[in-house]
């Protein structure tokens, strides 16, 4: 099992940023890709972004078109961290944001391409 700890959260006005974390524990690997989800009220989980598994100094990150250019995920994998760095942030970025680790499912931008989750993290961008 793997435990994932989000952190990082808060309240922000539009065109701030924040930064997020999130730490793993328990049967850790460098070999897990790392994501991140949002989920609004009353809306569907929705992919916000992705970060491959560890291959040597390499890393491949992804992102959604939503927050391409505004938003960086990146990993420490000697502490199994992740990190959301968000820039210039939206109304629309209101959510809950998860951490989410994979052994290797597939598609990534989807939730079942993942199996281990966090209990997200409150993001709250006013206006």
């Known amino acids: ?9 808060g ?8 930064r997020l974390s999130c730490a793993a524990s328990g049967r850790t690997s460098n070999s897990y890709r790392m994501g991140w989800f949002r989920q609004a009220p009353g809306k569907e989980r929705e992919f916000v972004a992705a970060i491959s598994r560890s291959g ?3 890393y491949y990150a992804y992102y959604a078109d939503s927050v391409k250019g505004r938003f ?14 968000m820039n210039s942030l939206k109304a629309e970025g209101t959510a809950v944001y998860y951490c989410a680790a994979s052994i290797g499912r597939t598609p ?11 209990q ?3 993001v709250t961008v006013s206006s």
Do not use: H, K
């Open 108 to 118: 990534f931008y989807t939730s079942t391409g993942y199996d281990y989750w966090g």
């Open 11 to 18: 309240l922000v006005q539009a065109g701030g940023s924040l």
């Open 120 to 122: 997200g993290t409150q």
């Open 56 to 58: 040597g100094s390499t």
């Open 72 to 85: 960086t995920i990146s990993r420490d994998n000697g502490n199994i961290t992740v990190y959301l760095q």
């Open 1 to 9: 099992q793997v435990q994932l700890v989000e952190s990082g959260g």
